[in-house]
């Protein structure tokens, strides 16, 4: 299902890219795992030219993106959306509404549902971009 994963792993304002070719869950939870908001920022998951997922951020809240037939799905929480959160994501600081920044459970559980089915966890909120 999953083609490959990769991380980056910045230094400084360099980075280098670490890849997994059909990797297992334990691979991708490893993955996961790292994102730190510093050194690991993004996780990227390559199903197909129209299928993938971006998770970045870390370590306490993170963006997951989802893409599914070229139609890109961003994961929601419940808040109201009236202030933003500052992340590092792809190496870029950014501030992000807080109602898509995610906590570490709800990532990994919809991560792991796609990187399993190859679908979006209906059970959570997703706003379709």
């Known amino acids: 299902m ?3 994963i990769s991380i980056d ?3 400084g304002a360099t980075f280098k890219e670490e890849i997994v070719v ?3 869950w334990t691979d991708a939870l490893s993955f996961l795992r790292k994102l730190d908001g510093d050194k690991f920022t993004l996780v990227f998951f390559e199903v197909s030219d129209t299928d993938s997922a971006l998770v970045g951020g870390g370590p ?3 963006i997951v993106s989802i893409t599914i037939d070229d139609t890109i799905y961003t994961l929601m929480n419940d ?3 009236n202030c933003e ?3 590092v994501v792809g190496g870029q600081l950014g501030n992000y509404c807080d ?3 995610i ?3 709800p990532m990994l559980e919809a991560i792991k549902y796609f990187y399993e089915t190859g679908k979006l966890l209906e059970l959570h909120k997703w706003k379709q971009e």
Do not use: D, H, R, V
């Open 60 to 62: 306490e809240y993170f």
């Open 9 to 11: 792993a910045w230094n």
């Open 79 to 81: 808040k109201q959306g």
């Open 85 to 87: 959160i500052p992340l």
């Open 22 to 24: 059909n990797p297992t």
């Open 99 to 101: 109602n898509i920044c």
């Open 2 to 4: 999953i083609k490959s």
């Open 103 to 105: 906590e570490l459970i």
